[in-house]
């Protein structure tokens, strides 16, 4: 490990890599309070889609005790016809008994370096309150966006969410609920990007990429093709319509689904400006979540050119 000396306090910082998982769950529980797998760490930070070392740094205090995190996600982006390299942003965290002290800022300028070592050409994500005044006044980001989310009701009452709280019945209902999905339409594997464009830097979905978010459930309906995550609420990663009036037919036909497993909701989060977001908000009024953006390792890669999908999230 090297060491590092902040606010007069001396730390200690390493790259994340299989034998220091255990540090990085081990800050997942004392901030957050969850218990988070060292399998599901493995699966997320060593990428098999792409053949690239952890992008992750740790900072441990005196007593050897892990205090701070800060990683990235390696993906396929596509610009102009050509795929490159770039990584997603995530997971940035600091124990509260150690924030302003410059850690979170010294972690994303040591991931950098590491990204630029790599031949990664951006990195990118979608910061959170906490974290977005330093990655946009600080560390060099530039806005390429906002999110917005757009909640529609299905009136559905909401048994699916009851049973799911209820330990014995859970299993059973998302297995017959899993049914119930299936025969709405077409299983597929995949679904391009509805966003990709000359113009726009986008990630590629692939079967690759489809491989690596491993649960995601593509249905092909009627009026279009969706990849959605049901759960409290049906969360719509992308979907792809010819038309507005596709999409009102679509979204009939997932509030019908909705209503069929108890859920009250269906949630879109979609960058404004893109397809998707101005066929949503002709039908409905949005609402800004998150502010989103990057910062290019490449002079001819502008991180304003970022168009990203709600399945474009490290956590969906």
Known sequence: MDTIELKGQSFKHCYLNEDNMQDLAHLFL??????TEISFLKEKYMVD???MDCFGCLMYNQNDVPVGFQGAVPYRLEYKGKEFIGAQSCDSMTHPSYQGMGIFGFLAQRVD???KAQGVKCIYGFPNQNSAKIFFSKLDWIQS??????????????FGK???RLGFLKS????????VISRQGKIITGLANSEQNMNSVTVVHDRAFFDYKRNALVLKMKNG???LSPGAQILIGDFEVENREMLVGLLEELKRLAR?????????QCQQGGINQQMLESITPGTSTWEIGGKSFDMELSPESLLLTYGDLDTF
């Open 172 to 179: 059973v209902y998302k297995r017959w609920r899993d049914g």
């Open 30 to 35: 004392e901030i957050y309070g969850t218990k």
């Open 113 to 115: 370096e590491l990204l």
């Open 260 to 268: 069929k497993i108890g859920v009250t909701q269906l949630s879109f």
């Open 162 to 164: 009851i049973l799911m």
């Open 225 to 227: 093709t969706v990849w």
């Open 49 to 51: 889609h792409i053949e």
């Open 145 to 158: 966006g906002t999110m917005y989310h757009y909640g529609i009701a299905t009136g559905s009452f909401p």
